[in-house]
């Protein structure tokens, strides 16, 4: 905590759509620098699926902010509440998940996150909201319920406009917010960090905890990152995201591929380069491209391996050369265009594979493929390539 109370707010508040209240988070910072504490600070993840993508490291990274500055980190593995699945942002309920598919997420989320955070623990606090939420009494959630009306919870926009379309909204949904709220008061938490979307949930667990006589949490509330679409949020299902486990080279690619429109604020909620530079860079934007590219790859690899990677993309998309480094792939003599694009690894099945050679983005040779079903006739040493940044040099068996 050797920074200055100035200081520490503005490198947590930088990129932060909301806070509430920064006044509260001053005088809380003074606080634990007085008292010589570190404050607990609570992001809460729900496993609901195996992977993390540049979208989920906003928060991430401003977590290891606060590690940075001397505070602690606790994680709540929300394996209670997954069983729920968390209505924010859908017009229909989400479906439980199998106790199962909890744990398996949750392991490999903590792998991931853990490519961000501090993991030591003195910087890093993991808990499971079971161990608090599996042993309530019937009793103990009518009370729980008890500290809401309905009306409440119908200023959560999400409720509100299913009920206004006359859209069904579960009994149990109402529970998810109080159950996150309990998580808060459960852990003592400080600060509590998530997206704009659960602006909600988490002013319901600073609700609970002054009901008990705790400190309510000061809540810092982070915008949810567009993907490389530039209209949709980030995600896996939409196809626009960027993996944290990416690959250097294709990571660096699909850096390179958002809209000049989001560089500035990719700039400034994935990187730590100071506003005035950033606009330096912006009135270069494919220079600011790739200097991004590089930030967000060497942040996971290295300053070297980012390097490479940047080196590598433009070889191939502005010397126009083939990668230098590429899998070779063993394939039948007599394989069609198809079948080469799915022993390849490119396409999960032939139907997706012709979809592709259609859609004009499959290549042997920087021949173009027009028909899937054609005899590949290739030999040892050609490269397939489908879309721009996908190769595979043919060994014919």
């Not at 910072?29 to 906003?58: E, F, I, M, T, Y």
């Not at 989001?262 to 270069?284: Q, S």
């Not at 070297?304 to 070779?328: C, G, L, N, Y």
Request: proline share 5%; net charge neutral; with cysteine.
């Amino acid at each position: 905590m050797a920074e200055s109370i100035d200081r520490q707010l503005e490198i947590l508040t930088r990129g932060c759509e909301a806070v509430y209240s920064a006044d509260e988070l001053r005088t809380r910072l003074a606080q634990a620098a007085a008292q010589g504490r570190p404050l607990r600070v609570k992001l809460g993840l729900d496993p609901s699926s195996p992977h993390l993508h540049l979208g989920h490291s906003v928060v991430l990274r401003k977590l290891r902010q606060f590690q940075d500055l001397g505070h602690k980190a606790v994680m709540i593995v929300g394996d209670y509440t997954a069983r729920i699945g968390d209505p924010t942002g859908k017009n229909k309920t989400r479906p439980m998940l199998s106790e199962a598919d909890i744990e398996a997420n949750a392991t490999t989320y903590f792998e991931q996150a853990g490519r961000i955070l501090d993991t030591s623990p003195e910087r890093l606090e993991i808990r499971r909201n079971s161990e608090w939420l599996a042993g309530l009494t019937f009793a103990d959630v009518i009370r729980l319920t008890a500290r809401m009306t309905v009306a409440q919870m119908l200023e959560r926009d999400s409720f509100a406009k299913r009920y206004k379309a006359g859209e069904p909204i579960s009994v149990h949904e109402f529970l998810y917010p109080l159950m996150q709220g309990q998580d808060s008061v459960e852990i003592r938490s400080d600060i509590e960090l998530g997206g704009t979307d659960q602006t909600f949930n988490n002013l319901v667990g600073r609700r609970l905890q002054e009901e008990v006589g705790q400190l309510p949490q000061i809540v810092m509330v982070m915008p949810i990152l567009v993907g490389t679409d530039g209209t949709e949020k980030m995600s896996k299902s939409l196809g626009n995201d960027i993996p944290i486990t990416a690959q250097p080279n294709d990571m660096f690619g699909k850096v390179m591929s958002i809209p000049d429109s989001l560089l500035e604020n990719y700039f400034t909620l994935l990187t730590l380069r100071p506003a005035e530079e950033i606009r330096r860079l912006l009135a270069n934007p494919r220079q600011a491209k790739a200097a991004l590219g590089r930030d967000i790859v060497g942040q996971y690899y290295g300053p070297a391996t980012a390097q490479s990677a940047s080196d590598e993309f433009d070889r191939m998309f502005v010397q126009k050369q083939q990668p230098t480094d590429m899998p070779e792939i063993e394939v039948d003599a007599g394989a069609t265009v198809a079948d080469l694009i799915v022993a390849c690894g490119f396409a999960e099945s032939k139907s997706v594979a012709r979809r592709l050679v259609g859609q004009g983005g499959v290549a042997i040779n920087d021949a173009r493929q027009n028909d899937p079903h054609a005899p590949a006739a290739v030999q040892t040493g050609d490269v397939l390539r489908v879309g721009k940044r996908r190769f595979a040099r043919l060994k014919v068996r």
